[in-house]
């Protein structure tokens, strides 16, 4: 594993510091982020990438969430330690290991096999202990719902209801939905069995969710 140095914390907490200027409040999410090591996510050549404020290409035509993102989504979401989270899109497993900083009880399924395979090492070889699973999330974990806080980190044409089925009541999705070219951040919270709100935030550009509930439907 790549060490955690002190150069490397400093850095950490510069980019707290730029993410509270850009607007995160949560001291909860600021500490998960503080927590870890970003640049473990990142090969040996792109480390100097790691603590910058920006997305950056994990292969499979994919990338890591830029930071902001990434406390962002969290931020909407507030997981609090009860809760079972389920994350859409693993990817590199950073946001996963963000995520395990505020909950022990997070779930997360990736699409593609090359990724899963990847992540599921990186995370055992970093002793972090999330669910991981391969397949399509757009259907969610129907054998693990419902959950208290689901988070989908690709851009999706439509609310996915697979999704919206296992929330808990009181619980909430939080989901980039639009177009191709960018998406609106947005909460729904599942208020009783039947009834759903639903609220709009800033806009942001996702890869997209693939998948029978994503853009492949
Ligand atoms: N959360 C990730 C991280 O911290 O590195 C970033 C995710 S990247 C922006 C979006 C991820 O969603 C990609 O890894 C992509 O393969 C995955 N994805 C797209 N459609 C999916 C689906 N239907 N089910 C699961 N994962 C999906």
Known sequence: MHADTYRHRGQR??????????????????SAVQAVPRHAFFEAAFQ???????????GEGQTIS??????????????EPQHRVLE????????CCVLLELTPHVYSI????????????????????????????????????PFDRILVTAGSPTLPRPLLRQLRVGGCLVIPVGDAQVQRMV?????????????QFEEFRFVPLLGQAGWNS
Do not use: N, W
């Open 110 to 145: 990736e699409y593609q096999p090359v990724l899963f395979e990847r992540t599921r090492r990186r995370l055992a070889h970093m002793h972090r202990a999330a669910h991981l699973f391969c397949g399509d999330g757009s259907l969610g974990l129907p054998q693990h719902a």
């Open 13 to 30: 907490r510069a980019l707290v510091e730029e993410l509270r200027r850009k607007g995160i409040r949560s001291e909860r999410v600021l």
């Open 48 to 58: 100097q990438h790691a603590y910058q404020d920006k997305a950056f290409p994990i």
């Open 66 to 79: 830029q930071p902001y993102t990434v406390a962002y989504q969290t931020e909407l979401l507030a997981p």
């Open 88 to 95: 859409i899109g693993t990817g590199s497993g950073y946001q």
């Open 187 to 199: 909460r729904v919270t599942r208020v009783s069995e039947e009834e759903f709100t639903r609220e």
